[in-house]
């Protein structure tokens, strides 16, 4: 058998850990494109077995992109400890924390934090960040493009600092456990302590070099960490939770709102509004009735709100509110049909239509755009079309799962994952079903062949060529895993773990662990699909 050689037996095996996908192979009428292939270094055999399953530690864990894949995973020789990245080993340290390893939220960026005698480093593709003498809790925040980055660290002065792209931007004389950079990179904040009053150590927020709320009266020394300190996507706002004279606060852009739901704050898709639970006050205290707060004017009350929700376009608020044993969705203002329980609202691309699941007795239903559809056992998991005309769920009923399109039932299965997801003209639907012990994919309800387990994408990348023309999915029977693309099999390798998927290029990518005598290699297979 060669290694990658198109046929049958495409490639000896798969990376047995997630990582990439990028191979794109032409769609069967048309010829294939170029197809490269690079090797990527050698690997143990057991790299990809999951921990703590694996008694070596080897720990791989796949990344997948729309830019393409990777496989990280920690290797040893002798006492030391090392990182591999896409087959390539990193310096060596004395430990390397197995759980404390990130990637950018593009998946460009592999960093990870390692220790060498008794100086931590923070390694950023590949390159060390200043020596430091520990780290905070939560060591790095990315920005959602992945350019920039920040983390909290020990100076080998004594002091604590904030790391911004591998430079000193904040200093502390207190630990600071937790430090926040916004999307646009412009602001800064982090966790500190300071006495209070009262003589004790009270945790404080610093946003852009200022003081939040003063610590004295503040009680509880994990008050700030309950929940989270946000940033709009804009980078123009920021809030967060905190505790005065025993009453827990909710801080908006440095104004302190003393009766609000603290951890409540909902801000808008484009970073310009913003929304709160607050309770109405009775004798200057919290009453039993919550209420929605947008932009500091309180919305119509119609019972204690759960969740806040805003559309695609920032424009439209919607919101859940439970009253007297029952729900109801308020959208724009206007209260929609009550219900036993309502589960969260799905706005379509253009904002202009919503659905939610609602819950009647022992049954539940779709409610789309107002309008109450038919009951089932369970509805959930809404999907719009990129066009929003079109709308899917999932259904359950009589013990079986359906997709349901544009009001249609489609095959029945005993589970179904994966999906359902649209294609980018909107014409088309895929999801993956099981019938029995076996899966089948599914194109606009034509049930493809069965499988002992299909490999369906991930959460950040599409099994939908960019122009929507093609798809793809591994597949395995017995312990033979073939790629399937636009319904026919196109490759066969002996284990598939991650992949295919297609990148934002218009390629698809995978990673392979190929056999070669007694080694792992590891190579990284792409396609062209134009």
Not at 220 to 229: I, M, P, Q, S
Request: with cysteine; proline share 8%; hydrophobic share 35%.
């Amino acid at each position: 058998m060669t290694p990658l050689s198109r046929g049958k037996h495409f490639y000896t095996a798969l990376l047995g850990c997630t990582i990439s996908l990028s191979c794109v192979i032409a769609a069967p009428a048309q010829s294939p494109g170029q197809i490269l292939r690079q090797r990527l270094g050698i690997i143990p055999p057991d790299a990809t077995q999951p921990a703590p399953d694996n008694p070596n530690g080897w720990n791989g864990l796949p990344i997948n992109t729309t830019s393409g894949c990777h496989f990280v995973y920690i290797g040893h020789s002798d006492r030391k400890q090392f990182m591999v990245v896409d087959g390539q080993p990193g310096p060596e340290f004395d430990q390397i924390q197995p759980n404390d390893r990130w990637y950018s939220p593009d998946g460009t960026r592999v960093t990870y934090t390692a220790r060498s005698g008794d100086k931590w480093f923070v390694m950023m593709d590949g390159q060390p960040g200043p020596p430091c003498l520990a780290l905070g809790i939560w060591p790095v925040n990315f920005t959602p493009d992945g350019k920039h980055y920040c983390y909290p660290a020990q100076a080998g002065t004594g002091k604590w600092i904030v790391i911004v792209d591998g430079k000193q931007a904040a200093e502390s004389l207190f630990p600071i456990e937790q430090a926040f950079i916004s999307p646009n990179a412009r602001r800064l904040a982090y966790i500190t302590s300071k006495r209070g009053s009262d003589g004790a150590y009270h945790p404080l927020f610093i946003v852009d070099g200022q003081e939040g709320i003063e610590p004295a009266g503040m009680h509880g020394g994990n008050a700030l960490y309950d929940k989270h300190f946000v940033f709009s996507s804009n980078g123009s706002n920021f809030a967060y939770p905190a505790t005065i004279n025993n009453d827990d606060v909710l801080v908006i852009n440095g104004g302190i709102h003393d009766l609000a739901e603290p951890g409540s704050t909902c801000f808008s898709p484009d970073g310009n509004r913003y929304a709160f639970v607050g309770w109405d006050p009775v004798n200057g205290r919290r009453g039993e009735q919550t209420f929605v707060n947008l932009d500091g004017r309180p919305q119509p009350t119609y019972g204690n709100t759960e969740e806040i929700f805003f559309s695609p376009d920032s424009a439209r608020l919607a919101y859940s509110v439970r009253k007297g044993g029952k729900s109801i969705i308020v959208m724009d203002g206007r209260p929609g049909t009550e219900f036993d329980w309502v589960g969260p609202v799905y706005f379509s691309p253009d904002s202009k239509r919503f659905a939610y699941e609602a819950e009647s007795g022992k049954n539940q239903c779709p409610v789309i755009d107002n309008q109450v559809g038919r009951k089932y056992d369970e509805v959930n998991c809404f999907v719009f079309s990129p066009d929003s005309r079109r709308v899917a769920y999932l259904a359950k009923e009589d013990g079986s799962w359906m997709v349901v399109t544009d009001h249609q039932a489609g095959p029945r299965f005993d589970d179904i994952k994966a999906g359902p997801t649209f294609t980018s003209d909107s014409r088309h639907i895929l999801y993956a079903g099981r019938k029995f012990d076996k899966w089948h994919m599914v194109f606009d309800d034509q049930v493809g062949p069965e499988f002992d387990d299909i490999w369906f994408s991930s959460l950040n990348c599409s099994p939908l060529s960019p122009d929507g023309k093609h798809w793809a999915y591994g597949a395995r029977t017995g312990r033979k895993w073939v790629i399937m693309v636009d319904g026919r099999q196109a490759a066969e390798c002996n284990e598939l773990v991650s992949g295919p998927i297609f990148r934002s290029d218009g390629m698809m990518e995978y990673l392979a662990e190929l056999k070669d005598s007694d080694q792992s290699i590891l190579y990284r297979v792409t396609e062209s699909f134009r």
